[in-house]
């Protein structure tokens, strides 16, 4: 066979070969390097080197337990597995961190000067362990170590770091409980004075996704200045946000940072508030945030809830065995509809169980935090669905375990001022007691009526509400049944208007019409000069010996009979009498009306025929002593100078 001649044929044939020559000697000479690199570094020497640089740096000791490879490229890597890191000598665990793989990518031009340094870091299965010792140290603050010659280690830097399928646990010494961020993965790269981080977690069962820009990992080490960062927090209907500094070192603890977060979803407060679905949305919180020794400070904060802004500020004391949180919060306006409090609902029909005016749903005492709470809140003006608008509103609550205190509580409502205090007892094993004192003063009952929304009822008038009750139970139904002490509900100068076309539906209306309207008598003309409501209450039960009266200019108002909360019903027998000078015939006024049924919808009666068997029914023949007394006690309690005192004045044993 002839040979090729062509020039060009033998240019290809020397190229390849010069090719080939120069391919085997760079192979030979990356094997050579290796060879050479592992007698001079072989992996457990470069694992020294690097256990040693981290240890001078930290000051913590990094073992290497397990198997070492050296990885040449596409660059020199040493992987380890089974490391751990030393945890700080007063920690309650050995290890702060362990790995469970970690591949360090290091310099070789520097190894080859015979330094290490890292370029960057993967860590596989990290377990990191964080508590403080509730003293004000924190197992993350790092020393570095000082040389023979007195020099301080040279801080390790790097350009990578990269975490997957790891976790990191706080532990809070004051409670012993343990809190746990599930890492997927964490990417921090970039220059030596700042880092770019991604990463994704998992907390509260819940996925979040995590960004933003952070000092060098070198500053947490070192331990010499505050490392800044600007992070975001993202999840399915919530963003939180912060942007400041932490101190490491000496300062360690210590944040500096401005905050804010808008949440849209309940669920993301599931972790932290087990009544979270109550939680009005959507929240949203600013403000700057400073934690030092022992507190947690966010002041001035801005809170919207359901679009509603408050301001204020909290403090979180982290110091003691407990925490313990103080709030105050001020708002110009605050619309409870809006917060989903007194909406009407769509339901059913209800039965006259259902009707109850206490009923058997338990009140929320469960739902109060565990650790101590002190709020204070100021609302300009308060409106509530069904009720009238309250201004000025300034409430102070305080709870811890076992107990709940407001005082005060205070507020203007129908041109009067409302002032109360309440202390519950939660004992462990019993139920709830609660005492109550309240104080209504000077209460338009105009005003009142208006903004009932009922219809034009009265014509001025003003009105005292005193109460002072002990009570014991979890429902209002309980807690109605077990009361004790008095309530007293006193009126004035009040002039009933006949105008309302829903006049005849107010079962109030009813009574005092077939009380003190004589026959043919206008209505326009009817002015209470004093109405009077006294309850001494034992056991849920008011025995009412007069303490019910009204007095109008023409005559006078007693009652006898019974008010029964713990089987909410009401029978009472009222006797009008006329005032001396007054032109009425006896026939117009001299009968026994009655006042019966459940406290919801008790039925007024009017039978002067029927006097005996209708008092005797309702059960106002035992409360008054007997139905032969009744009359007499009646007659006499109108006769008095004032049938409004004698209702006033409490009995005497």
Known sequence: MKKSTDPADGAKRSAWRIFAIALGAVVLLLAAGYVALRQAYPPERL??????????????????????????????AVQARDVSLANADWGSQPDMARLRR???????????????????????????????????????????????????????????????????????????????????????????????MAAAIE???????????????????????????????????????????????????????????????????????ATSAAVPMP???????????????????????????LSGQVTLHTGGP?????????????????????????????????????????????ALPAFPLRLALKVERLNMPGAPALSALDLRLASERGRIAIDPLS???????????????LPEGTAPRADVSLSAKSLSVEALDALQGGGKHFDGGRATLEAKLAMTGRTPRSLAATSAGEVTLTASNVALSGKAASLDRNVVMRLLEALLLPVRAPR?????????????????????????????????????????????????????????????????LLQLILLKGPLEAPEVSVDPRGVVR???????????????????????????ASVCAQATRSEKK
């Open 411 to 425: 507020f203007a409502v129908a041109g009067g001022q409302v002032g109360a205090k309440i202390n519950i007892a």
């Open 524 to 588: 326009e003309d009817l002015v209470v000069q004093c109405a009077v409501v006294r309850l001494p209450l034992r056991n849920g039960v008011a025995a009412i010996d007069r303490s019910i009266a009204v007095e109008t200019p023409q005559m006078a108002v007693a009652a006898r009979g019974e008010v029964n909360l713990a089987k909410q019903t009401v029978a009472l027998a009222f006797r009008p009498t006329a005032k001396k000078g007054l032109d009425l015939k006896s026939g117009r």
């Open 47 to 76: 694992a020294a080197m690097l256990a040693e640089q981290v240890t001078a740096a930290t000051g913590r000791a990094l073992r290497i337990n397990g198997k070492l490879s050296i990885r040449l490229l596409p660059t020199l």
């Open 322 to 366: 407990q925490l313990r949180v103080d709030a105050a919060f001020s708002a110009a306006q605050i619309d409870l509809a809006k917060w989903g409090i007194g909406k009407a609902t769509a339901s059913p029909p209800a039965t006259p169980k259902s009707r109850a005016l206490f009923g058997d749903t338990p009140l929320p005492f469960d």
């Open 102 to 196: 970690v591949a360090f990518e290091v310099s070789l031009r520097d190894l080859f000067d015979g330094e290490i340094r890292i370029l960057s870091v993967d860590v596989e299965g990290a377990d990191v362990w964080l508590e403080s010792d509730g003293a004000g140290r924190f197992n993350w603050q790092f020393g570095a170590r000082k040389s023979a010659d007195g020099k301080t280690a040279r801080p390790i830097t790097f350009d990578r770091f990269v975490a997957t399928d790891s976790r990191v646990t706080y532990h809070d010494v004051r409670t012993g409980t343990l809190h746990t961020v599930a890492v997927e993965s964490l990417d921090l790269a970039g220059p030596i004075d700042h880092k770019k």
């Open 203 to 273: 907390f509260g069962q819940r996925r979040w996704k995590l960004d933003g820009e952070t000092g060098p990992l070198a500053i947490l080490l070192a331990g010499v200045a505050d490392w800044p960062f600007a992070l975001r927090l993202t999840t399915d209907g919530a963003t939180v946000s912060a942007s400041g500094t932490v101190g490491t070192g000496p300062r360690a603890g210590i944040i500096e940072a401005k905050m804010g977060a808008r949440i849209e979803s309940s669920a993301v407060l599931t972790p932290l508030i």
């Open 614 to 640: 209708e008092a005797a029914d309702v059960g106002v023949v035992a409360a008054t002593g007997g139905i032969s007394l009744l009359f007499p006690a009646l007659r006499r309690g109108a006769g008095e």
């Open 283 to 309: 929240l949203e919180a600013s403000g700057t945030l400073r934690r030092k020794a022992g507190e947690v400070r966010l002041d001035p904060m801005q809170l919207s809830v359901a679009g509603q802004p």
